[in-house]
């Protein structure tokens, strides 16, 4: 990861504050991404809003039950690199 000069910006009277733009470009950042904010012991921490919800292992175990014979660990393997020359074939 680069290294950012830092800069300072302004908080407006509605509490809105413009990060630079070098910033968000090197994040990736664009207009309507949604930021949790956190206060932090040395001031304040932006991160994106996950896109998925944080699930448990007992969540979702199972969800995709499979009947049949269970696959062995080389026949994982083939069906996954299978699938992946597929998917690469027109590269």
């Not at 949790?36 to 996950?50: F, N, Q, S, Y």
């Not at 696959?71 to 994982?76: D, G």
């Amino acid at each position: 990861m680069s290294r950012i000069e830092p800069s300072t910006t302004t908080l407006s009277t509605k509490g809105q504050v413009i990060l630079p733009k070098p910033i968000r470009q090197a994040l990736g950042w664009e207009a309507g991404e949604r930021l949790i904010v956190e206060r932090t012991l040395d001031g304040v921490r932006l991160k994106p809003v996950p896109i998925f919800p944080r699930t448990r292992v007992e969540d979702v175990s199972g969800c995709l039950a499979f009947e049949g014979t269970p696959k062995s660990l080389a026949e994982m393997e083939a069906g996954v690199l299978a699938e992946a020359r597929r998917r690469h074939a027109g590269d």
